[in-house]
């Protein structure tokens, strides 16, 4: 039976600190003042939006109250739901918050909001044979591939559990127009054989992909914050 994979694509608005205790209901203790320490706005409502709104879809499907649900990290950062076979992971930029779930195996997400003139500093950080496949490409197509690129092999690499540890060049991933989604060179620490890694359809100048090794289908939804949390 082929895994399915859960995501979620948030818009949000400067609306939600009108609701703002309704969220903070989801969030412990800690992560109430790790939100408290953000300076920035955005960064704040991001981080609220994206716990409050992990917690809450995690307490539906595995049927805890979200006071209960226990959350673990790796020594990398990466959080995991203690003692349940659900696997999860959050991304956030600009006006979007992406969160996924998947049974049974590791899943990674990134989101990033594409910016008209790309830092051509990030490029070295790829693989040399993407770096070598961006230089063929014509310019203007070269934004829309590079951050294809770029959140491909972030959703691999989170889905691994290994974040920004992981060097980016270490392993290379399919991202031109024509080719199917695929990890096409494994490094020592990227898991072998097949891997499902998905561009998400968000609206406005964002990029996503999310990723999982083996085999799964992908319910994708965008949603306003009302209609995620169901509420208001």
């Excluded at 412990?28 to 953000?38: C, M, Q, Y």
């Excluded at 960064?43 to 805890?64: E, H, M, P, V, Y």
């Excluded at 054989?193 to 992909?209: D, M, R, V």
Aim: aromatic share 12%; net charge negative; hydrophobic share 40%.
């Amino acid at each position: 039976m082929i895994n399915q994979a859960y995501c979620w694509a948030i818009e949000l608005n400067s609306s939600v600190f009108e609701s703002e205790s309704y969220f903070e209901s989801f969030l412990t203790r800690e992560e109430k003042a790790i939100k408290n320490d953000f300076r920035l706005f955005r960064d704040k409502r991001n981080f609220l939006l994206a716990r409050a709104g992990i917690r809450f879809k995690l307490s539906q499907f595995t049927g805890l109250p979200f006071k209960d649900l226990e959350i673990v990290f790796n020594k990398f950062g990466k959080p995991k739901l203690k003692n349940e076979a659900i696997e999860f992971n959050i991304s956030h930029a600009g006006d979007i918050v992406l969160i996924s779930i998947l049974k049974g195996s590791p899943i990674g997400v990134d989101v990033e909001l594409n910016e008209e003139r790309i830092d051509e500093s990030l490029v070295q950080f790829l693989h040399k044979d993407e770096i070598i496949d961006l230089e063929m490409v014509s310019s203007a197509e070269f934004s829309a591939l590079f951050y294809r690129c770029w959140t491909r092999k972030e959703a691999v690499s989170k889905a691994l559990g290994f974040g920004l540890s992981l060097p980016l060049d270490s392993f290379r991933i399919s991202f031109l127009k024509d080719e199917a989604s695929q990890v096409l060179h494994f490094g020592e620490n990227i898991n072998s054989g097949e891997w499902s890694i998905f561009n998400l359809p968000l609206l406005g100048n964002y990029t996503g992909a999310m990723a999982t090794p083996g085999k799964c289908e992908l319910n994708f939804k965008c949603q306003s914050i009302d209609e995620f949390f169901e509420m208001i």
